[in-house]
């Protein structure tokens, strides 16, 4: 459980946090009660002032954007004029609320200043129904931007008055946001550029080194694919393949300073499988993580994002993936992120014993947001791959390249 409480409620006295556990609160507590689970995913939320529950609102976000805003916090858009919705967002690098859950709507009219407390609270569910033991979290204080919080592990001696209500599970819808930067390419007009950019000689260069290395010894190995600048003139400038001496992971240097712009990653596979989520979801980490990209302006990280691509080879075929809905991908993004081990045991299931697996499993789980091109190792004779419907079964689908003209 997470107490998020109001500066006027704490009037510079951050020891009045204290006062606020899982078994009670303050009389006159002012801010948001939110339960996660262990892992940090949102279940619900409680609002108060002055120590009354706040009633709820179906006000949504409509995808507004919260410029200027780069982490996870407690946003603020207006319900209407005497009305403010509060939702807890996480937002992308470019300032949008990606994904929201509606915490609680405040009105003027709505602010008791005296009295027991009443009213209903805001809630925005989750699916499971954990136990009231599962909701909480032994971590003690932290800040939230300009919010003062504590997390509670429920072991108050105090028996208090009851606390907040418990968590509320049922399923909250989930706010949208358009993404103009969502492309819809023709994957058979996108093959050119893709046998371009691998037949480039430095790319080129790099994969074979890459491969030879990963299946010489086991480990893989990787290396940036950096571009001199930002224009569809730059080139490609040289950089070194890199190993941690590891069979199944790979980190290769990110750079985004003139000269030197990582636009792609290339990496091996001892095992004869294609790219896999954590290949895919690396582009997303360098857009939000890297301080030179999410310092640089508008054009830059519309270029990285229109840009983008890992190459993922093995004995047998080479692959090359990019992402065309950075909106839409970040659904599965935050799944992963929650658990990576649980996400990527998932993502082999869906492609187990059906035949090309590697390409059946990514197709079903990212295809929507990614395109996937496939060529014979050592070879630019890649191809898209799509899924497609099976001449003999009824609603069956599988992963076969894509036939494009000539």
């Known amino acids: 459980m997470t107490i998020i409480a109001d500066s006027a409620y704490l009037g510079n006295d951050r020891s009045k946090l204290a006062n606020n556990t899982y078994r009670k609160l ?67 690098a470019d300032g949008y609320c990606i994904y929201a859950e509606y915490l609680y709507t405040l009105c003027n009219n709505d602010i008791p200043t005296n009295g027991p407390p009443t009213g209903g609270g805001g809630t925005s569910p989750h699916p499971c129904q954990p136990t009231v033991s599962d909701t909480t979290n032994a971590v003690s204080k932290l800040k939230i931007n300009a919010h003062d919080v504590t997390q509670d592990p429920g072991t108050d001696p105090d028996p208090g008055d009851g606390g907040p209500p418990p968590p509320v599970v049922t399923c909250p819808p989930v706010v949208a946001v358009v993404d103009t930067t969502k492309k819809a390419i023709d994957t058979c007009a996108e093959k050119a550029k893709v046998i371009a950019t691998q037949s480039n000689a430095i790319v080129s260069t790099l994969n074979t080194q890459v491969l030879n290395l990963t299946t010489s010894t086991g480990f893989e190995y990787a290396a940036p694919l950096n571009l001199s600048g930002l224009s569809s003139t730059d080139t490609y400038v040289p950089t070194t393949y890199t190993t941690q001496s590891d069979s199944t992971s790979v980190n290769a240097p990110f750079s985004w300073v003139p000269g ?58 080479s692959y090359q993936i990019i992402i065309t809905d950075w909106n839409g991908i970040m659904t599965e993004y935050n799944k992963w992120i929650i658990d990576p081990g649980v996400y990527d045991a998932s993502f082999k299931a869906a492609g187990k014993g059906q035949g090309s697996d590697s390409e059946y499993a990514m197709l079903t789980t990212l295809g929507s947001y990614v395109n996937l091109f496939r060529a014979n190792a050592g070879t630019t004779n890649y191809q898209p791959w799509i899924l497609t419907p099976s001449p003999t079964l009824p609603n069956v689908k599988y992963a076969n390249p894509k036939p494009c003209p000539h």
């Open 26 to 92: 303050d009389a006159g507590f002012s801010g948001v009660v939110i339960y996660s689970t262990p892992k940090g995913q949102f279940m619900s939320s409680w609002g108060y002032k002055n120590g009354h529950l706040l009633p709820a609102s179906g006000s949504g976000l409509s995808g507004q954007n919260q410029s200027g805003v780069r982490t996870n916090e407690v946003g603020q858009a207006p319900a209407n004029n005497n009305c403010f919705s509060y939702y807890y967002c996480i937002w992308d």
């Open 260 to 317: 030197n712009y990582t636009i792609g990653l290339t990496h091996g596979h001892k095992d004869v499988v294609g790219p896999s989520p954590d290949d895919v979801f690396k582009m997303i980490t360098n857009l939000l993580t890297d301080p030179n990209l999410l310092n640089a302006s508008a054009a830059d990280k519309a270029f990285y994002k229109a840009n983008a691509y890992v190459n993922a080879l093995n004995s047998v075929f």
